[in-house]
């Protein structure tokens, strides 16, 4: 296999490449295609989710709060980004981030790769909503109830985005099944 891509097209935020026979995308802006995802619960066991429209998908997803890691400072930690991205989405600031894994988002498709982080005491600091023109609503939902409420969502048309269950799972466990503390 090649190391050198040919590049196919390069546009501002993705590239796509060629190795070899295998065509792919590549993330052109922070650090090595890495995004980060909050798995955020409030203080009164709520669980935090973003809804926003994705042009991609031509439709409205359900996702939790997540962003790129280093897209405006090259200094950015896993942590920063998430500390960050939890309060420009959902107005809540993380009195304590834990990273928990990270992994490749879709291996055949993109280098790009997600790292899960637990967001613990929160507090409410503004509204949220995103930056620029992002458009985003924030959806605060009891725990308990937050599988039933997804579903519900899904059945009104809403794209899920299916890191939302290992997050939910994440909530009470870390990646090797031991009990988050």
Not at 14 to 19: A, E
Not at 48 to 61: I, M, N
Not at 122 to 138: A, D, F, M, P, R
Request: one cysteine or more; proline letters at 5%.
């Amino acid at each position: 296999m090649t190391d050198t891509p040919e590049i196919l097209y390069q546009g501002e935020w993705l590239r796509l490449v060629k190795r070899d026979h295998w065509e792919s995308c590549e993330r052109t802006h922070g650090k090595d295609g890495l995004a980060v995802l909050v798995i955020a619960v409030t203080p009164d066991d709520h669980v935090l989710f973003v809804e926003q429209y994705r042009v991609p998908l031509g439709a409205r997803t359900i996702e939790m709060p997540a962003g790129l890691v280093g897209d405006d400072d090259a200094e950015d930690t896993l942590e920063d980004a998430a500390r960050r991205e939890l309060v420009e989405e959902t107005g809540w600031e993380a009195g304590r981030v834990d990273v928990l894994l990270i992994g490749p988002t879709s291996a055949g498709m993109s280098n790009e790769r997600i790292a899960f982080a637990r967001a613990r005491d929160l507090k409410k600091v503004g509204e949220g909503g995103g930056v620029g023109s992002e458009n985003i609503t924030v959806h605060s939902v009891p725990r308990a109830s937050a599988p039933a409420w997804l579903m519900r969502k899904h059945a009104e048309g809403f794209e899920l985005d299916l890191k939302l269950w290992a997050g939910l799972w994440m909530i009470e466990h870390n990646p090797d099944g031991s009990p988050a503390i």
